[in-house]
């Protein structure tokens, strides 16, 4: 009996739970529209608290239509309404997970979203069956809905290319941010760094400010670095991570090698192997480190979901990159030529790498 109300309450579970995956495109397209409206950044340029009437004259918008997506969006706990004693009327206030859609806001995630929710990245999901189904890997979804790689397509198209260096930056500012104040013993005794596809220059500049002894080199293709801005202490070099990387006591790495495969990643280790010198040089990277199930112990892995969904974006954006486990990381930088490596763990979705010579 109790085996029979087990699998009828497992049913009514499953049949709760497959409307996520009907609806599951909403959250990201309500939160986008709530960025774009600038919802976050009225809220905090008025005190973080408004009413219905307000918010809808501040942004100028119907306010019978506002008042349902805020609905939603104070359902999913990114705004909270709260009822006025004064005058019995509801009001809108901030919360930590609204101030991330803050546009201009130190720890804002607008930008990936924005990027991650625009049409030329939602495409690509649409051909990800047609990109499963070829034996030989030789082309993506991103390829199956615009005919190039999503290198190409950014170098072509000026507005995704903003796109995606700002939701880069985004990151960048957080997850270097996150390093410096988890593991600042990483970057002890070091007189220079080689930011390898260090994009804008975000990730260096947030370095260079809390460890000003260190002068970083910022190198990624021409057209990105023309557009980097100038940053006391930083060098930026145009140039191919594939040809050559500036000599520096250190090469860091950032969301890059999930991008390429093994063979490519290995190119571009050994690369930054001959740019750091053999006696205390490293390379230091801010991956994703995909746990497995045997791995996780009785320990939690917070981030696994996400680890495993950005796993899919590789997957559908690019031809042949992907997010790693230990052992595969292992495989990668043993093929490169380095001797060790650590693993630093965060509560956040990189982890930290270091690799010796």
Not at 30 to 47: F, M, N, P, R, T
Not at 159 to 185: Q, T, W
Request: proline share 3%.
């Amino acid at each position: 009996m109790k085996s029979s109300f087990k699998q009828v309450d497992e049913e009514a579970q499953a049949r709760l739970e497959i409307w996520k995956y009907v609806f599951g495109f909403t959250p990201m397209a309500v939160v986008k529209c709530a960025i774009e409206l600038g919802i976050a950044d009225v809220l905090e340029s008025h005190g973080g608290d408004m009413t219905l009437s307000q918010l809808s004259a501040a942004l100028a918008c119907s306010s019978s239509v506002l008042h349902r997506i805020m609905r939603y969006l104070t359902n999913r706990r990114i705004f909270k309404q709260i009822l006025s004693t004064s005058q019995s009327e509801i009001r809108y206030v901030q919360t930590p997970l609204s101030r991330l859609l803050i546009s201009n806001g130190e720890s804002s995630m607008a930008a990936f979203i924005l990027m991650e929710s625009s049409p030329a990245m939602i495409a690509p999901w649409h051909k990800l069956r047609a990109s499963a189904a070829l034996t030989n890997g030789t082309s993506s979804a991103f390829e199956g809905a615009h005919g190039e790689d999503i290198w190409k397509y950014i170098a072509e198209n000026p507005g995704h290319g903003k796109l995606f260096n700002d939701a880069m930056a985004c990151h960048a500012r957080l997850a270097m941010s996150s390093i410096v104040d988890c593991y600042p013993e990483v970057f002890k005794g070091m007189r220079s760094l080689v930011n390898v596809g260090g994009g804008d220059g975000t990730a260096l500049s947030v370095l260079v400010k809390a460890c000003p002894w260190i002068r970083g080199i910022n190198l990624d293709l021409p057209h990105v670095v023309s557009m980097a801005p100038k940053c006391d202490g930083i060098e930026h070099v145009g140039g191919n991570m594939f040809e050559l990387v500036p000599k520096a006591d250190a090469a860091f790495l950032m969301w890059v090698l999930h991008d390429w495969s093994d063979d490519e990643c290995m190119e571009i280790l050994r690369k930054c192997r001959e740019a750091i010198p053999d006696d205390r040089g490293k390379v230091i990277i801010a991956e994703a480190v995909v746990m497995m199930d045997d791995e996780l112990g009785s320990s939690e892995d917070k981030y696994r979901d996400v680890r495993l969904a950005l796993d899919m974006v590789i997957l559908t954006h690019t031809q042949k990159g992907k997010e790693r486990t230990i052992k595969e990381w292992e495989y990668v930088l043993n093929g490169s030529g380095f001797t060790s490596f650590t693993v630093k763990r965060m509560e956040a979705i990189i982890s930290v790498i270091e690799a010796y010579p």
